[in-house]
């Protein structure tokens, strides 16, 4: 192939399709180059994709875009072992237009959004790896693939090849993750009929439900579970930090055993039949991870630039959201005739005033404080847990007695100065 384009986008994730779309509309000459045998073939998921940015490049896509259920319900355990303490949200409205969020299966969304670009006129080519950037005078002018002859030249180049980008590392733009930068997370998809999710999650056709685990989910280490319902599959997956998996010796695919047999997990799933079994990094550095996004004649967008919200879960979304931005940056950069990282670090500017940065700034020491003091997950998930036991147990004490009797157990485990200090910890990384 030896024409030249405006952009070459590298993965068909969220990130590159967005970029590529967004691109391509604008009359972008865009090569897009994806690895798997189709897009979404390598990608994992747990599964909520979020309305507003997909909204934002194509207007309504629920109409039409395969979603499995708008998500009508969030849930939220602190689990121990044969106990959960819960709270979370039910809203109807969630499960109308414009609707919130939706559960997907990324296979066939992927597809079909990859599939909106090439009708905007992106060359998509699949099962094609790209090997490395091709470098002239310190400026990226192209990319080299697995194929013959596989040198393809380009004004940009849009990294967007997920969490363990090797071409941001050849660039010199990543370094070797600290494990405790990066989640190891496992999930399964698993076959259960229709009428036993409604049954089970309390729901109706065409409304879904997402519940987070955090506590004996992941044996009190930092990471959480989730379980989210598709049509007539539930995806169900655990993960923790690798230095958490290290310290603690954990095997992932244990914890998801572990997960799936927990009594208060067990009865939701059960008589269920795996449909499919992954495993997958996820960028959990935040904001100090985020690495240079913009240089010379190359932009990194969603995984690939550590652009992940853990705390909320939300990547897809930032990833498609980063997408159009780098998108946006390159249609200026070519008015303007100017791909120096001068011009083209107006991504940056526009990442940093996003709401990409300012989440992920607001929670930039989240990560380290749970890392680093084990105990908000290991010591107080418990604690909650027979705190609520002792509370909601009716056995003559008067309800006075009860409250008396929780607060001293609190601060007699821990003691009182602790508990504040934990408290106050918890509430500066996070607020
Ligand atoms: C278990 C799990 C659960 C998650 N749950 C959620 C959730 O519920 N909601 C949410 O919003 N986010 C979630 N995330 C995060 C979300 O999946 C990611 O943030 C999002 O997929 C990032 O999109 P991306 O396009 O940047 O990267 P990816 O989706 O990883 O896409 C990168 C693409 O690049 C391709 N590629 C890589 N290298 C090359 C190469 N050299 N040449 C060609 N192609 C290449 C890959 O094959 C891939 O298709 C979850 C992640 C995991 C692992």
Redesign the pocket.
């Known amino acids: 192939m030896s024409e030249k384009f405006d952009v070459i986008v ?7 399709t967005s970029c590529a779309y967004t691109c391509a509309k604008n009359g972008l000459k865009v090569l897009q ?4 045998e189709y ?1 979404g073939s ?9 309305r507003k940015q997909m909204e934002d490049i194509i207007p309504e896509f629920w109409k039409e875009a395969p979603l499995e259920r708008p998500v009508i319900e969030q849930r939220f355990w602190m689990m121990d072992k044969e106990s959960a303490v819960s709270f979370g949200y039910k809203g109807l409205e969630w499960g109308k237009e414009p609707y919130n969020n939706f559960t997907v299966l990324r296979a066939p969304f992927d597809q079909w959004f990859a599939k909106k670009g090439v009708e905007q006129g992106v060359l998509l080519i699949n099962e ?4 490395e950037c091709l470098t002239e005078n310190g400026k990226v002018v192209g990319v080299r693939t697995d194929r013959p002859d596989g040198e393809i030249y380009a004004d940009v180049v849009v990294l ?4 363990n980008s ?2 941001a590392k050849q660039l010199g733009y990543h370094k070797e993750f600290r494990p405790d930068e990066v989640a190891l ?1 496992v ?1 399964e998809v698993i076959n259960l009929s229709k009428d036993k999710i409604n049954d089970r999650f309390n729901l109706e056709d065409n409304q879904g439900c997402t519940i987070e685990i955090f506590g004996d989910s992941t044996k009190g280490n930092l990471g959480t579970a989730f379980i ?1 319902t598709n049509k007539d599959s539930v995806n169900i ?1 655990v ?1 923790t930090t690798l230095s958490s998996m290290i310290k603690a010796k954990l095997k992932p695919y244990d914890l998801l055993d572990y997960l799936k047999t927990h009594p208060m997990v067990r009865p939701l799933i059960e008589g269920g039949e795996s449909a499919e079994y ?1 495993a ?3 960028p959990e550095g935040g904001y100090h991870s985020v690495p240079k996004v913009a240089g010379n004649g190359v932009l990194l ?4 630039a550590q652009l ?1 919200n853990a705390i909320h ?7 498609m959201a980063s997408g159009t931005l780098a998108a946006e940056t390159i249609i200026a950069a070519k008015e303007r005739g100017d791909y120096s990282e001068t011009s083209l670090n107006q991504y940056r500017e526009k990442l940093y005033q996003s709401f990409i940065i300012k989440d992920l700034e607001k929670y930039k020491d989240a990560a380290h404080t749970f890392e680093h003091y084990p105990q908000y997950f290991k010591e107080y998930v418990p604690m909650l847990n027979r705190a609520a036991n002792k509370f909601f147990t009716v056995d003559g004490t008067p309800k006075k007695d009860k409250q008396k009797e929780i607060m001293k157990s609190f601060t007699s485990e821990r003691g009182t100065i602790r508990v504040l200090q934990d408290m106050y910890r918890a509430w500066k990384a996070v607020k």
């Open positions: 590298v993965g068909a994730g969220p990130a590159g180059i994806e690895r798997g897009p390598k990608n994992v998921m747990g599964g909520v994709l979020y094609t790896v790209v090997l967007a090849d997920g969490v090797l071409l997370t999930m989210y997956g993960g992954l997958h990094l996820i967008a969603g995984d690939a992940v879960r939300e990547g897809s979304n930032m990833a």
